[in-house]
């Protein structure tokens, strides 16, 4: 179950495809959060803002001994699964509700650039301990072979590059932009990588705010005019292929005024 802070305005692209989002989304690998885990004062609470389908924190969960994770969608929600250490809590990142000074690491996994990061900043300095830890990482488009990351780079670009919301360019420049007010950690470079049949990949790119808008907006789905060439460079739809994403992270640490 979840609890609701609080009534929610945002920004949302992902509620209508919670269930495919929740299906069809990689995982992160766990050295990242055996990282982040080593770097924090220590292991006892975790906030996963933004936590969607609840993946980064059911991976805390092998770390933590208690998380609360936090989403401004109720949908979203709904496709959590449960776990004995997770408190799922709907609220935005920008007023969380969690005690002063009381969280060990923050997380926010792909979400940061639909935050009004100013506000989101403070929320974050006010809950976190002393030297407590805050990274959000990112990840843009995925690779393979050559042939597909040339179909899959027109597909972005050129046919549902105008759909984006204007906060994807802050993935695209890999959160550079971003004002960080944060004691940086120089962090390790982690990707995930896994595994995908050519129909779970379709499940993947359906995914995409910018194949839903286009959808709405055209009355089309975008991914015909890929799948063909998709299919042609791909072969045998079910055999699965190594798929990487590179992750973009950035990570800090909160440092208090107190002695």
Not at 191 to 216: C, D, I, N
């Amino acid at each position: 179950m979840y609890a609701i802070v609080q009534k929610n305005i945002f920004k949302d692209h992902f509620s209508k495809q919670a269930d495919s989002y929740q299906a069809y989304r990689p995982t992160y690998p766990g050295e990242l959060f055996k990282y982040l885990t080593s770097v924090a004062p220590s292991n006892r609470l975790a906030w996963d803002c933004a936590t969607g389908s609840g993946q980064a924190a059911l991976a805390l969960a092998y770390f933590y001994d208690q998380i609360i994770a936090t989403d401004a969608s109720e949908t979203q929600m709904r496709n959590t699964t449960q776990h004995e250490k997770i408190d799922y809590i709907i609220a935005t990142a920008e007023n969380s509700n969690i005690k002063n000074n009381s969280v060990d690491l923050i997380t926010i996994a792909q979400a940061l650039h639909w935050f009004e990061t100013d506000v989101f900043f403070t929320e974050a300095k006010r809950v976190l301990k002393n030297n407590g830890i805050i990274a959000a990482w990112t990840y843009n488009l995925f690779r393979l072979e050559p042939e597909i990351n040339s179909i899959i780079d027109h597909f972005d670009q050129n046919i549902i590059g105008e759909f984006w919301p204007d906060e994807r360019k802050l993935v695209d420049n890999g959160y550079a932009s971003i004002e960080f007010p944060f004691k940086r950690i120089k962090a390790p470079r982690f990707k995930m990588t896994t595994r995908w049949s050519l129909p779970h990949v379709l499940g993947y790119l359906e995914t995409w705010s910018a194949v839903q808008r286009y959808k709405e907006i055209n009355n089309l789905n975008p991914l015909e005019t890929i799948t063909e060439d998709l299919s042609l460079a791909w072969g045998d739809p079910q055999i699965k292929k190594e798929i990487d994403w590179p992750l973009t992270l950035i990570a800090g640490r909160h440092k208090t005024n107190k002695p």
